[in-house]
Nanobody, 121 residues
């Protein structure tokens, strides 16, 4: 079973920055695509950004130029640097990983518990 430990959420004023982290374990898994989704009240969960193991990235149009996703494969950790935050970025942010156990060719999807990001105007 994959465990995801998220950190870095909180309250920030508009224009500010936050950095989210998500550490995945255990090491018997190989983590492929890692990403962040968010869900605002009354809205569907949406992709914010994702990064492959080869470090190919994709972003939601709404965050391009403001958010940067990165990963540390040695530590199985994915980061989301969020700059120029606006109240529209307020949401619960969820870590998402695609993991392959060493004993299988199957890839499974896992979700973190979510971390609240609140941007005040």
């Amino acid at each position: 079973q994959v465990q995801l430990v998220e950190s870095g959420g909180g309250l920030v004023q508009a224009g500010g920055s936050l950095r989210l982290s998500c550490a995945a374990s255990p090491s018997i898994f190989r983590f492929h695509r890692m990403g962040w989704y968010r869900q605002a009240p009354g809205k569907q969960r949406e992709l914010v950004a994702a990064v492959t193991r080869e470090e190919f990235t994709n972003y939601a149009d709404s965050v391009k130029g403001r958010f940067t996703i990165s990963r540390d494969n040695a530590k199985s950790t994915v980061f989301l640097q969020m700059n120029s935050l606006t109240p529209e970025d307020t949401a619960v942010y969820y870590c998402n990983v695609h993991a392959q156990p060493s004993y299988s060719t199957n890839v499974y999807e896992y979700w973190g518990q979510g971390t609240q990001v609140t941007v005040s105007s």
